[in-house]
């Protein structure tokens, strides 16, 4: 069965360093996301990407953050400069033909920033 | 408007029992509510989903109710399993927005 892939599992970085958070969507999939968990709270919405361009974006995706789809597989998160309060799960996302389609998770990527 | 109100925070059911969460919405533009589970370490995980244009759907033991007019639905989880131990969240989708809402997550542990 497809599924999203994510790496690396886990990143430590210290403040103020760049991270880059990479995913692997399901092939066919058109629409991509990323959410974060900070540790024991919900998942929150970060951004969505459609036809090589972000489609929505939260409050919480300010200037330090950015995606890409650099090749036909790839999808990255590109966390700037690193704060502590970026420390949580960044989960990717895939969904179909449609955003309607169920949106399919990866298993995430735990960022610890020291 | 934006936000899905979950409950319980945490529930503990013994083995074979019901199980039962329960989400309010506040968006009637909403029109896609999926329930995901998650166990620790993992992404969360689609089991089951509704449109409102129906009031329940059942898939094996887990059943969605939806009551639109209340703006309200819940996961029943019938025959409740240890293997049922996880994380479970409601969400909404819809309107002018193609991002999922999440609830606030229940932690559901079910004593053998």
């Known amino acids: 069965e497809p599924e999203v892939t994510q790496t690396p599992s886990h990143q430590v970085t210290q403040m103020g360093q760049e991270v880059i958070l990479r995913c692997v969507p399901i ?8 959410y974060r968990q900070i540790l024991g709270q919900k998942v929150e919405f970060l951004v969505s990407f459609y036809n090589n361009e972000i489609s929505e974006k939260s409050e919480i995706f300010d200037d330090q953050f950015s995606v890409e789809r650099p090749d036909g597989s ?14 949580a799960m960044y989960f990717c996302a895939s969904s179909g033909q449609s955003s309607y389609n169920e949106q399919f998770f990866g298993p995430g990527t735990r960022l610890t920033v020291l | 408007q934006q936000q899905v109100k979950q409950s319980p925070q945490s529930l ?6 019901i199980s039962i969460i329960n989400c309010a919405y506040e968006n ?14 993992k992404g969360p995980a689609l089991l089951i989903a509704i449109r409102p244009d129906v009031s329940e759907k059942k898939e094996g033991r887990f059943t969605i109710s939806f009551n639109k007019s209340a703006k309200q639905f819940s996961l029943h989880i019938m025959d409740s399993q240890p293997g049922d131990s996880a994380t479970y969240f409601c969400a909404a989708y819809g309107g002018a927005t193609n991002k999922l809402i999440f609830g606030t997550g229940t932690l559901l542990a079910v004593q053998p």
């Open chain 2, 28 to 41: 009637t533009a909403f029109d896609y509510f999926p329930w995901y589970q998650q166990f620790p370490g």
């Open chain 1, 74 to 87: 790839n999808f990255t998160l590109k966390i700037r400069s690193t704060k502590l309060e970026d420390s």
């Open chain 2, 12 to 17: 503990i059911v013994q083995k074979g029992g």
């Open chain 1, 27 to 34: 092939s066919n999939h058109l629409y991509f996301y990323w």
